[in-house]
Each structure stands twice: as C-alpha cells, then as structure tokens.
C-alpha cells in the first residue's frame, strides 16, 4: 500500500520504457516521493535542520548479536519550546527519506503536522524505516531473502522505540519530552501499532489513512476504486467497464490481437506466448493500477499534478468525451493524460522482465530497493493484494486474480513463500495487533477519507473509553488531512484536521499534568532522579560489561535485571508508601488519568479495576500469558511501576491508602483487601520476583499455579477473611493457616516435580504480604520456612573466588516515607 509521503510517480527527464508499473502493490511507481517534492508555503532554513544517523540495533530480538546500523532521521528543531517539551515524530514507510526531497514532512511548514509543531512549539522528527534507505542505510546492505527476514513489524517498532531513547539522550536529557507519533497509510499504521506496543513512550498517535486490519485477498480496493468513479460520474464507470470487457476480448483472440493491443496501449513488450496467464494479468494489473493512482489521491492536495487536477473528476472528463473515440481509446488517453504528469514513454508489459528487475539483492538504487521490501512485507505481514476478485459485475472484472500476487512471492522470495504460508502469517498480525476489531491502543485518531480505497481495512468503531477516534472524511481520498491547507478543502477536511489538533491539544495537556503533578513531589522526584542514576549504571550490565563496585567485587548480573532493577524497585517502595492510613484528600482526576496510562501499558481495560478487586484481579491473571515465561510477570510489576510512578508519592498514599479507598466508596474489608492484593504484589515484583528470575525453572510452575489453582487460593482467602472479621483478636492465627494454605497449594501444583519447597514459600510469603497489610503486628509472629537461598544478585569475591548472593534490602514507613529498615548483605555460598 502506498504511504502519504509517495507523490504520484514522477521521474527526472524523459524515460523510455518503466521496468515498473504505475502502481505495485498499491505503492507507486519509482517510489514514494517525487523528485520535486512541490513545496506549498514557507520552508525552514538550512540552521534548524539536522540530517544525520544513529547506530540502531539489527536484531532487537537476538541474544547472539549485538550487530548496529545506521539509521537515518531528520530533525527541525525550529519551533522546539522547551518548557513544554513537546516533540512530533513522523514514522517513516515504504521509502527513503533522503535529503533531496524526502523531508518534506519535517522541513514544508504547510504541512499539517509542522503547522501543529509551530501552533503547540514541537520539535519535529523524522526516522527512516529499515530496509527502505539507501544500501549504506541498511540493516544488512543486501535484500536476500535471509536478510529481509529482519524486515518486520516489530523489528520496525522497536526500532521507533530505540530512537526515541537516543533522542532524548541526545537533544533533551534534562526535558523529559512528550513525544506524538504520525504516519500516512502504513506509516499510519506504525504509528496506532506503536501506540499499541510501547504506550508508555508516547501520549497519543495520528493514523491517517491506516489499514490496521492486514487481510491478504483484498479485493474491497476494486469496489471501493469503483464507488468512487461511479459517485463522481455513472457513465464514467460505465466506459471504464465496457473498455475492460473489450480489452479481455481482445487479449485472449490471439497473437494478432494482442499485438495490436501492444500498439494501442504502447507497450514496451509484446505478451509472452509461452506464459500467456501470467502475461495477461501483468498487463491488466498495470492498466488497473493507473486508475487506482489517479482515485488514490483524488483531490488531495499532495502535488502540484493534483493540485492541477489529476484526480477522478480529470480521469471522468476524459473517459465521458465520446469525440476521443471509443472505450478503449478513451482509457489509453486517460492513462497518457497520468503520464503526462511525469514519466511519458512506453509501459512495462513483460512480468519476466518485472521478477528479474525486482531480484537484484545488490540494493543499486532507491526504487529497487524500496519496491522489493514492499513486496516481501506484503507477502509476509500485510497482504494488502488488490485483486479483483470481487466477481465480473466489477467495472475491472476478474483480470487480477489473487495467484498473480501469490506468484510473485513465489518468484521473488523462494518456493516456501506460498499463499498458504502468506495466510497463516498474516492472521498471525492480525491477531498479535487486533486488527480493526480488537484495537487495544489508547489516545489515537483514525481518519480515512470517503473515496479512499483502504477504507474498508481501516479501524472504524469508536472507543471513547480508551480514547480512540475513527472517523471518514467525506469526499476526500488517502492521508487528505496530512497535507497542506487550502481554502477550497472540503468542509469536512477542514473539520477533520480541527478534530485532529483537539485531540493533540488534549493528550498533550492531559500529559503535562501528570508530568507536572509528578515533579511536584520533592521525595518522590529525588527517588526517581535516584533510580535513573541506578539505570544508568546498570547500562554498563546490559551492555554486558562489568561495573566495579569497589576494587574487590564486580557485580555479576544479566542484561534482564540491567533492564528492570530500577522499575521493579520503583514498585517495592511504591506500594510499601500505600500502606499508610493516608486521607482522603484523592485527586480523582490525577488517578484517573494515571488508572489509564496503567491501562495503556497493559493494554486493557482498567476503568473499574478499583472499584471491583476481582476486576483487578483477573487482569493480571489474564496479563499471564501461556507459555509463563518471566517477561509476563516483567509486565504485570511495570504496570503497576507506572501508574505508581504516575501518581507519586502523595497521591499514593491518598489514593490507595486505606482511608482513601473507602473514601472512593469500598467498605472498609474491600479496602483492606485492596491493601493486601497490592502487598502480595509488592513481594511478587521484589523478593518474589528475584526467586523466581535467578530460579529459572520456577517461572512457569509458579505462574501456572497463581492463574490455574485460583480457586483453591481464593478459598483459602474468604475463609481467613471470614474468620478475622468475626475474631479480629486472632487474627495472627488465621495468617498463618492463610500462609500454611497458599504453601500447600504452590508446593502441590505445577511445581511438585520442579522445587516443591522453593515453590512453597513463595506461596506462604506471598499470603504473608497479604495478610500483614491489614494486621501489621502478625509480621512478628508469623513466619515462612525460607530455602537456603532467595535471592538473585550475584557477586564473585575477587580475594576468595566464591560467588555471593545479595539479600534485597527490607522497606518501611518511617515519617510517611519508605525507609530502607535492613540493608542489602551478601552472603556466601
């Protein structure tokens, strides 16, 4: 599919013969951006620009390499304000960014997201996407089949999010900026995937024109190709399809007649006698291609040739003047009149020519290089493939079969890349991201145009619970809202792009508070400048190399507890602050707000995960996910880190303090039960956590066991609820049977034939946690047999050689503030 940043194919001088067709596979020819990028409005000057790169990751997701490449990205720091910390970031797509003309999005101040980066005072970004850059900009430097494995979604998200990190780093350490991604059809469609992956490093996203509902057969693009012809003019889709039913005729009446077709349509190459099938579909693929270009950005003012007028109306004008001759006739003036525009000469009729053109591994040029991964992407992820297999009642009728594009996979990837394999990888997207129906993103706006024809693969139902906006704009085609305003936009255009900038202006103000309403906190902003400190020391563990804590010892960890000391540490003294009584003096709309950041970072719904603590509950049960492996657990402490982190220290106390709870409404036993799941939490992102991460083993029988034998624990629970509030006086007792209950059910489970009695007590500390919340004095009387060994940092001596083992350090609240009451120590083997 083609993305916003691509103008309509437009080659410097006179080329005689495309190798290319006008459009493959909805991108167009010789790629997304026109040699002139036709400039509407003031351009920033050269002082504010900065074009450079960064080294970025080529494999996020492997633990053998450590491989980088130069990622390319733009930047215009024109109308940065820094006391507001705002930053735009334009996702780059199926194409280069070079200097030439691929910075229009970030250097065009018409352009709809700078005209907001001057309105709000952002800085503006723009990254390139892996494998579309030039060869020296390239993951790998070929396009072998085995290197464009690493050319994925998710290789593309984390690389947003790994750029996001250096740019702070490098432009703003001190701004804690608040970023906003955009993007255009696929970019688009980054951008909602972004928003859906890492929510916790954007506060919203802009997906004009995205088709998040990746579907393989997508013959919608034909219909809604035709709606638009038809909506403009009956008998212009009528011409269209009497032109299509005669040149069928004409294209299987033999040699003769397809010579003369050659000569009609000025064709490059005769048809192929002996692979006639495959000969014919290349040749109505490009005819149909010319009109999906010209309905694609119908109207939009993109370039100075739509500008002027190319566009279904032009196209209609033509094909309705009878005096031109006859349908055939009509359709080649049609496909001259686009040509005009840019790339005149005859038109690629060789599917041959078009497979060997497009096999070149080298990378020599940008149009190679992007056309080729487009296609490996649509064969691997996005299918996209606009057939006409909507039936012979279409104006385009059955000439672009759904194998024309199987094939193609096939002949450019390698016999494995059947349609079967395109199938089965493509529901695998769609599921992993939910495609239009199941969205779980937060703060995104999804504008598609009435005449645009990814329309139907675009996200459309509305979410006002996760703030998400869908919506068409009537009359308008691909990414319309992206580009330059002109007084003669369609009302609906102009409403479309306020609708936009009010969102912008909400989750940047909505974002502002949170950042402000955490630094207000003098405590919690020196705990948090503490933590960054241990993060950024940590850096040095996760790029695997030693940190000296003194002379004698080095710190022996892995690139896990690199990455996540700091956050789960975060959540042990963040919770251990709710414990207090606190008040009743709950910012409801601070909590609400952080309650959804909580809900973006776990993707789902956690609107009444306070009021119902069973509601909470099965979250993160649900947050568990098969196969049970650490990260799940990662992210159930994180989630909870964030929305801590978000309320800060007061807010904590006065919000989940058991004097704020039942100020928000629960009776007194909800809200110490709320108090006891939130204390069962804490030692399962401390202690808890480290047993399970040093114990590998125990990962996937201890999550099994919390999610499987619930009820088992959940009994164990109302009957120690039922009896301390009947005999509170023994309510140390009734702990201890809870504790003895829960080791009971973690010895049995899952974890009986791995390590009952590591298992045990994490079950028993975990009751323990719980119970301790309410009836604090039981801590002195009730205890947990503890293995030789829980915890999970290790140390090697350098004087004895022997590995250590350091215990956590034990929290308390001492002055409304958590105190460290046990230091750390280490022990030896």
């Known amino acids: 599919m083609s993305r916003v940043l691509c103008l309509l194919a437009v080659v410097v001088g006179l080329v005689l013969c495309h190798v290319s067709p006008p459009m493959v596979n909805g991108r167009p020819r010789e790629g997304l951006v026109a040699s002139a990028s036709d400039p509407e409005g003031p351009v920033s000057e050269d002082k504010y620009m900065v074009y450079s790169e960064i080294d970025q990751v080529v494999d996020h997701f492997s633990n053998t390499t450590s491989a980088t490449w130069r990622q390319r990205y733009q930047y215009n720091s024109k109308f940065y304000n820094k006391t507001v910390g705002y930053v735009f970031l334009m996702l780059g797509g199926e194409g280069s960014i070079n200097a030439t003309n691929g910075d229009k999005w970030v250097r065009h101040e018409a352009e709809t997201m700078m005209v907001w980066a001057a309105e709000f005072g952002a800085g503006a970004f723009q990254v390139e996407h892996r494998f579309y850059g030039s060869k020296e900009y390239s993951p790998i430097g070929d396009q072998t089949t085995e290197s464009l494995k690493l050319l994925t979604i998710d290789q593309a998200l984390a690389d947003i999010k790994e750029f996001i990190n250096q740019m702070n780093a490098l432009y703003f350490p001190l701004d804690k900026p608040i970023w906003i991604t955009f993007g255009g059809s696929y970019p688009g469609s980054l951008s909602a995937w972004f928003r859906e992956t890492y929510p916790e490093m954007t506060a919203g996203a802009v997906s004009s024109s995205s088709a998040v509902h990746v579907f393989v057969d997508y013959y919608g693009y034909a219909i809604n190709t035709e709606k638009t012809y038809r909506t403009v003019s009956d008998s212009c889709g009528d011409v269209i399809k009497t032109a299509f039913q005669q ?353 973006d970072f776990w993707r789902v719904d956690t609107s009444t995960a306070w009021k119902d603590l069973g509601t909470l509950d099965r979250i993160t049960q649900s947050l568990l996910l098969t196969p049970y492996t650490i990260d799940s657990w990662i992210n159930v402490c994180n989630g909870f880190s964030s929305f801590y982190g978000c309320l800060g220290q007061v807010q904590i106390r006065n919000c989940l303090g058991t004097v704020g709870l039942v100020g928000s409404g629960l009776a007194l036993s909800d809200a110490y039960a709320y108090q006891g799941f939130m204390a069962d939490w804490d030692f399962k992102c401390g202690v808890g956590f480290w047993t399970m991460y040093e114990r590998q083993v125990l990962t996937t029988c201890i999550e099994s066991t919390y999610v499987n034998y619930q009820q088992e624990t959940a009994a164990a629970l109302q009957t120690y609820t039922t009896a301390t509030t009947q005999d509170p006086n023994n309510a140390c007792k009734y702990s201890q049977n809870l504790m003895n209950a829960w080791q009971t059910t973690f010895q049995k489970g899952p974890c009986r034939t791995v390590n009952p009695a590591q298992a045990g007590w994490f079950g028993c500390q975990s009751a323990r946690e719980w119970s301790n919340a309410q009836f604090k004095h039981c801590k002195h009387t009730t205890t947990c047999a503890s293995p030789v060994t829980v915890d999970p940092i290790t140390r090697v001596n350098a004087e004895t050689g022997k590995t250590e083992y350091q215990t956590l350090p034990f929290y308390e609240i001492v002055n409304e503030k958590a105190v460290i009451a046990q230091e750390a120590a280490w022990i030896s083997e």
Request: with cysteine; net charge negative.
């Open 247 to 599: 040149m069928q005729k004409k294209a299987y009446n033999g040699p003769d007649s397809r010579e003369l077709l050659k000569k009609t349509f000025n064709l490059c190459d005769s048809f192929d006698e002996n692979n006639l099938s495959k000969s014919i579909q290349f040749f109505f693929q490009n005819v149909y291609g010319y009109f999906q270009g010209i309905n694609q950005y119908t109207g939009d003012n993109r370039n100075n040739a739509t500008r002027s007028g190319l566009g279904v109306p032009g196209a209609c004008n033509i094909l309705n003047n009878a005096t031109l001759g006859d349908e055939i006739t009509r359709v080649v003036a049609v496909m001259d009149w686009y040509d005009s525009w840019g790339s005149p000469g005859c038109r690629p009729n060789s599917y041959t020519s078009f497979i060997k053109y497009y096999s070149d591994t080298t990378m020599p040029d940008d149009d190679r290089i992007s056309t080729r991964s487009w296609i490996w992407q649509t064969c691997t992820e996005l299918g996209y493939y606009q057939t006409t297999d909507g039936g012979n009642g279409g104006i385009f009728g059955s000439t672009v079969p759904l194998d024309f594009f199987a094939d193609q996979c096939i002949d450019l990837f390698g016999p494995e890349y059947t349609l079967d394999n395109t199938f089965k990888l493509i529901d695998q997207v769609r599921t992993k991201y939910g495609g239009a129906d199941a969205y779980r993103g937060t703060n995104v706006c999804f504008p598609n145009g009435s005449f645009d024809p990814w329309q139907d693969l675009g996200h459309k139902a509305n979410n006002t619970n996760n703030n998400v906006d869908s919506w068409l704009i009537d009359g308008t085609a691909h990414c319309a809202d992206m580009y330059p305003a002109r007084d003669s936009d369609k009302q609906s255009l102009k409403d479309a792009r306020r609708r936009i900038h009010d969102h912008l202006s909400r989750w940047l103000s909505d974002a502002q508070a949170i950042r402000q309403g955490n630094s207000g906190s003098t405590d919690f902003s020196i705990f948090t400048v503490t933590l960054l400190i241990v993060a950024k020391i940590l850096e040095q563990v996760n790029i695997r190399r030693p940190i000296l804590i003194n002379p004698t010892f080095s710190v022996v960890s892995s690139p896990l507890f690199g990455m996540k000391f700091a956050i789960l540490l975060a959540a042990v003294c963040s919770v251990a602050l709710a414990q207090n009584p606190g008040t009743d003096n709950c910012v409801s709309a601070q909590f609400a707000a952080c309650n959804s950041r909580l809900s």
